[in-house]
């Protein structure tokens, strides 16, 4: 889901844009306020990018954690 929208605040920093990604196993969220809806909008995707490249290693980390015990187990029995 993605929503683009103005604050009620009559401020420079009224626009919001924010994403919802929902993911098999995996939600993420971000939203920022900014001056503009395009610098919003690239502030929430660096953030979502971000939020996935750490999913990700963790992922990556717990599989090769699980092979690894999978392994000493058939060595040490």
Not at 19 to 29: A, R, T, V
Not at 44 to 52: H, P
Request: glycine share 2%.
């Amino acid at each position: 889901m993605f929503f683009l929208r103005l604050s009620k605040a009559e401020s420079y920093s009224n626009t919001i844009a924010e994403i919802k990604l929902q993911y098999p196993g995996s939600n993420f969220f971000s939203k920022r306020q900014s001056d503009t809806f395009e610098e919003s909008t690239i502030q929430v995707f660096q953030t979502l990018r971000k939020q996935i490249l750490r999913n990700k290693i963790k992922r990556q980390l717990f599989t090769r954690l699980e092979q690894f015990s999978k392994k000493s187990v058939l060595l040490f029995g």
